[in-house]
T-cell receptor
Framework: NAGVTQTPKFQVLKTGQSMTLQCAQDMNHNSMYWYRQDPGMGLRLIYYSASEGTTDKGEVPNGYNVSRLNKREFSLRLESAAPSQTSVYFC????????????FGDGTRLSIL | QKEVEQNSGPLSVPEGAIASLNCTYSDRGSQSFFWYRQYSGKSPELIMFIYSNGDKEDGRFTAQLNKASQYVSLLIRDSQPSDSATYLCAVAAFGGSNYKLTFGKGTLLTVNP
């Protein structure tokens, strides 16, 4: 039972490069989320998808795009990476009901030089 | 803006003692409350959730909620060195098309043998 799987686990980019972070869940969850975690800042929501076919901005969406490819997969794209986007990125999923928790993937550690 | 406040710590307790972690939140519409544990370099993992006023116990962990005071806490009894981690408080409320979690910045707990 894999839960939430994120790829890659580590990545180093140069400023201006683009890349897509992948996330897949096998729990048949409706909702999926992308967070970034920076020292002293806690977890901040970038984008979320309440259900297949919908996406919404979170607290810090600038510089990112997302795609909910199907119910299982939710990708995060950096079109032109900036050093300020150096962070640890977590994907999470949940059934979508208020009293049901989110389950997190192992994270992607992204460095932008 | 919805805020979730936690004492950043570090909170240091001796092995076998009770560790008390506190969290306050600003949004009176918040409906569910979650405690996550995060070991260094790892992803957050759910410990407990609570949505009714009062106490909820699960093994050595007790979550306490007081909606009137906008306060939620986590007690860890018989603390063990393996409990040393950062504890994240998360508060759920509806926003946009789904419920979203707002995370505190976390409290670092150190249990000394």
């Amino acid at each position: 039972n894999a839960g939430v799987t994120q790829t890659p686990k580590f990545q180093v980019l140069k400023t201006g490069q683009s890349m897509t972070l992948q996330c897949a869940q096998d729990m048949n969850h409706n909702s999926m989320y992308w967070y970034r975690q920076d020292p002293g800042m806690g977890l901040r929501l970038i984008y979320y998808s309440a259900s297949e076919g919908t996406t919404d901005k979170g607290e810090v969406p600038n510089g990112y795009n997302v795609s909910r490819l199907n119910k299982r997969e939710f990708s995060l794209r950096l079109e032109s990476a900036a050093p300020s986007q150096t962070s640890v990125y977590f994907c999470a999923s949940s059934p979508g009901q208020l009293n049901q928790p989110q389950h997190f993937g192992d994270g992607t550690r992204l460095s932008i030089l | 803006q919805k805020e979730v406040e936690q004492n950043s710590g570090p909170l240091s307790v001796p092995e076998g003692a009770i560790a008390s972690l506190n969290c306050t939140y600003s949004d009176r519409g918040s409906q569910s409350f979650f405690w996550y544990r995060q070991y260094s370099g790892k992803s957050p993992e759910l410990i407990m959730f609570i949505y009714s006023n009062g106490d909820k116990e699960d093994g050595r962990f007790t979550a306490q909620l007081n909606k009137a005071s906008q306060y939620v806490s986590l007690l860890i009894r018989d603390s063990q060195p393996s409990d040393s981690a950062t504890y994240l408080c998360a508060v759920a409320a509806f926003g946009g098309s789904n419920y979203k979690l707002t995370f505190g910045k976390g409290t670092l707990l150190t249990v000394n043998p």
